[in-house]
């Protein structure tokens, strides 16, 4: 009987095509194999010996669930496996405090945990100096065409640390904060501290540092050889007179345009320092723009 249940047929043998209609020979132990086929196309007729599978010299019967190791689970299916991580495979972009996170293997457990290095015993002291209730870690003043539909759950990853220590650099994230409630990587211009005159800034005396400086005087934003329309005072993080370094902690981003040669103008989203933070966390040595 064929898989229509309407007229007789002869049973598929071993290595014969097969299908919904065309049945294999259950009565030798035969069934039909997709494993190997494309979706839609016959399957080929094998034995329930044929449909086992080996993994590293160990054998495994059709439907049996196992682990080759703490990190994968694996299933026998049609002689071929398949197999699925059990560990997280989130990926976490650098933040102000944590400018270099990275994954070790703690002793006692499987999977990778993420971890920074050792922050400055003064770090904690340092952020609570710089926190403000008033600005909510992680929240940002964005350009009102950015906000997303009123139906729609944001999902925001923290900004990147800024591309350059010193300079105009660039900040990425991944969110839906726009108006298709799609996510996507945005960017922001960022400006951690100028490069002109960095030694000026860092005070005197052994192991001092000062967190963050506000520009002496109204500046304009360069970016692209286009000039911002406005002029701002901002704040910039300081040095240390140590190995420290000092990193934004609490940001805010805000549209910023820009006016080019030839009446062009064009529009950025950029960060603006609010606190920072200094610690023994730091990235590479500075670069320029």
Same mark, same amino acid.
């Given at each position: *009987?064929d898989?229509?249940r309407c %007229?007789?047929i002869?049973?598929?043998?071993q290595?014969?095509?097969?299908?919904?209609?065309y049945?294999?020979?259950?009565r030798?132990?035969?069934?039909?194999?997709?494993?190997?086929?494309f979706?839609?196309?016959? +399957?080929?007729?094998?034995?329930?010996?044929?449909?086992n599978?080996?993994?590293n010299g160990?054998?495994y019967?059709?439907?049996?669930?196992?682990?080759?190791?703490?990190k994968f689970q %694996?299933?026998?299916?049609?002689?071929?496996?398949?197999?699925?991580?059990?560990?997280?495979?989130?990926?976490?972009?650098?933040t102000?405090?944590?400018p270099?996170?990275?994954?070790?293997?703690?002793?006692g457990k499987?999977c990778?945990?993420?971890?920074?290095?050792? *922050?400055?015993?003064n770090?904690?002291?340092?952020a609570?100096?710089? #926190?403000?209730?008033?600005?909510?870690? +992680?929240?940002?003043?964005?350009?009102?065409?950015l906000?997303?539909?009123y139906?729609c759950?944001?999902?925001?990853?923290e900004?990147s640390?800024?591309?350059?220590?010193? +300079?105009?650099g660039?900040?990425?994230r991944?969110?839906n904060r726009?108006r298709? %409630?799609r996510?996507?990587?945005?960017?922001?211009?960022?400006?951690v501290?100028?490069?002109?005159?960095?030694?000026?800034?860092?005070?005197?005396?052994?192991?001092?540092?000062?967190r963050?400086?506000?520009?002496?005087?109204?500046?304009?934003?360069e970016?692209?050889?286009c000039?911002?329309?406005?002029?701002?005072?901002p704040? #910039?993080? +300081?040095?240390?007179?140590?190995?420290?370094?000092?990193?934004?902690?609490q940001?805010?981003?805000?549209?910023?345009?820009?006016q080019c040669p030839r009446?062009?103008? *064009?529009?950025?989203? *950029?960060?603006?320092?609010?606190?920072c933070?200094c610690? #023994?966390?730091?990235?590479?040595?500075?670069t320029?723009?």
């Open positions: *009987m898989g229509c %007229c007789q002869c049973a598929r043998q290595g014969e095509s097969c299908n919904v209609k049945l294999c020979d259950q030798r132990g035969l069934h039909c194999d997709y494993s190997a086929s979706p839609g196309a016959p +399957g080929v007729c094998v034995s329930q010996e044929d449909s599978c080996e993994l160990v054998h019967k059709e439907g049996q669930v196992f682990q080759p190791s703490c %694996c299933r026998c299916s049609d002689g071929g496996i398949t197999c699925v991580p059990l560990c997280s495979e989130d990926v976490r972009l650098p102000p405090d944590c270099n996170p990275h994954r070790v293997v703690q002793p499987c990778q945990q993420w971890i920074c290095e050792k *922050m400055d015993n770090l904690f002291q340092d609570m100096a710089a #926190y403000r209730p008033d600005a909510a870690s +992680g929240v940002d003043t964005q350009s009102q065409g906000y997303p539909p139906n759950i944001e999902q925001s990853s900004w640390a800024c591309s350059n220590t010193c +300079g105009m660039v900040s990425t991944v969110s726009n298709a %409630c996510l996507e990587t945005q960017s922001r211009l960022c400006i501290r100028p490069c002109q005159d960095r030694s000026r800034n860092t005070p005197a005396g052994p192991k001092r540092c000062e963050s400086l506000r520009a002496a005087r109204p500046v304009r934003f970016h692209q050889g000039l911002s329309a406005q002029t701002f005072q704040k #910039y993080c +300081g040095t240390c007179a140590d190995s420290r370094c000092c990193t934004p902690y940001t805010r981003t805000a549209t910023v345009e820009f009446g062009r103008t *064009m529009q950025h989203l *950029m960060m603006f320092i609010d606190s933070v610690h #023994y966390n730091c990235p590479q040595a500075h320029t723009v």
